[in-house]
């Protein structure tokens, strides 16, 4: 059965993590996988997180299984700490997922079991995986044109003009904030424009988002999803707490469904529960229950949005100072593009071959594309990227 197999590809941000390993040099850059680090390049476990699970090490009793759809309190925190308080609850099936990726997986194992036509649309350019599994699960992929290479901002004209091509019931991949890998976002006048066009034409968002809070703050990088929530009838949502809470190995996601009716909501959770039991069974919990505690615990919680807060002034400052050497070194503004955009991520512009040349002139680690994690860098590292990348001629 085995022998017919070919070897797959890994993919292009997950191969860097080894190729990053297996460099010898010790002054090497990782700004691949989206990953934050603090200034002598760890990636912490949040205050937060560490005194949750002290109190969890003395509290938890059991270890048996929780509910297949996830323990109903985290999915009422998360849903919460997504779509507010003016969330129309009463319409929202939910599912704990291992992930934002189990999210992204099941939203659209969702769309493929009562819409198996449906196409997806997605920005090109986006996570891959977004394509990838979009493919894997047997539905269409449509891209649609996001960025502009030049402007370095969203192409808003040229993706409504793609988007004119969606049929009723397709379904629309969104990044709810911290667009990945561009950096660049819809502005609020887009978000309602946006939402208009999807209400009118009956097109279903799927709104990916899993970096809320590092962007502009916990509720300003809601807002889009928020909106979308409030406005149309059916809302597809998948939410990471990888980077926010800094769970990343714990797979902690939350699928959020909002249903036009609230029978239709009723049968879409015996849905969702039906997903996780054919693919999972239970979510792995640990992850959640602290996600729950933070939340549910008011110094926690403030623990945690201080932390949050210090993490998104950080790549906010880092952001600046990159952009500010660069303006140094190539006497141009060309590089503002950097500090005004939001989120881990933003595309340098290099070719792969300027990508490559980084890598092996300064042991510089970026995604082929050019994508940088600006969280992977430090006060000390700024200036080295960009000597780099004045070097390859950017
Ligand atoms: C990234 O884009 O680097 C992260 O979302 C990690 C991943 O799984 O790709």
Redesign the pocket.
Known sequence: MLNSLETRPA?K??RLIQEFKDDPRTDKIDLG??VYRDASGLTPIMRSVKNAEKSLWETETTKAYTGIAGDPEFRESMAHLLLGTDAPTNRLATLHTPGG?GAVRQALELTRMVSPDARVWISDPT?P?HVSITRYVGLQVQLYRYFDSGTRIVDFASMMEDLERAERGDIVVLHGCCH?PTGANLSTLQWHELSEFALNRGIVPLVDI?YQGFGDGINEDAFGLRLLANELPEVLIAASCSKNFGVYRERTGLLGVIAETSDAAQRTQSTLVFLNRQSISFPPDHGARLVTMILGDQELRCDWENELDSIRTLIGKLRRQLSEELRRLSGSDRFGFLAEHRGMFSLLGASEEQVLQMRRNAGIYMVSDSRI?VAGLNKSSVPVLASAMIDVGL
């Open positions: 993919d941000i997950i996988v989206g990726t996570w995986n990945n899993a994690n």
